[in-house]
């Protein structure tokens, strides 16, 4: 049974930092992109961060670039964000997939970004 399993979120101050994990099971990512998205209620989910299987090549959203960093784990299976300088903006449920979505969304873990 293929599961995705986001976890690290949570309430922080602009400027602080937050490291996000997703333990994919059922699959090997090794056969594919990942990706981290995010979702507001009542818009549509946006592409935060992806990176390649075969050299761990990153792309980012233009918002989020430089502040946030994708990495890869292929034999713990693990795809991580390290989110740093957040901001208001950022406040979201994230959530991770291949970068062609090919699996059922997990739960997502929310990052709420407020003094």
């Known amino acids: 049974q293929v599961q995705l399993v986001e976890s690290g979120g949570g309430l922080v101050q602009p400027g602080g930092s937050l490291r996000l994990s997703c333990v994919a099971s059922g699959f090997s990512i090794s056969y594919y992109y990942m990706a981290w998205y995010r979702q507001d209620p009542e818009k549509q989910r946006e592409l935060v961060a992806s990176i390649s299987n075969s050299d761990s090549r990153t792309n980012y959203a233009d918002s989020v670039k430089g502040r946030f960093f994708i990495s890869r784990d292929n034999v713990k299976n693990t795809v991580t964000l390290q989110m740093t300088d957040l901001k208001s903006e950022d406040t979201s449920v994230y959530y991770c997939?291949?970068?062609?979505?090919?699996?059922?969304w997990g739960q997502g873990t929310r990052v709420a970004v407020s003094s």
């Open positions: 997939n291949t970068d062609s979505q090919t699996y059922n």
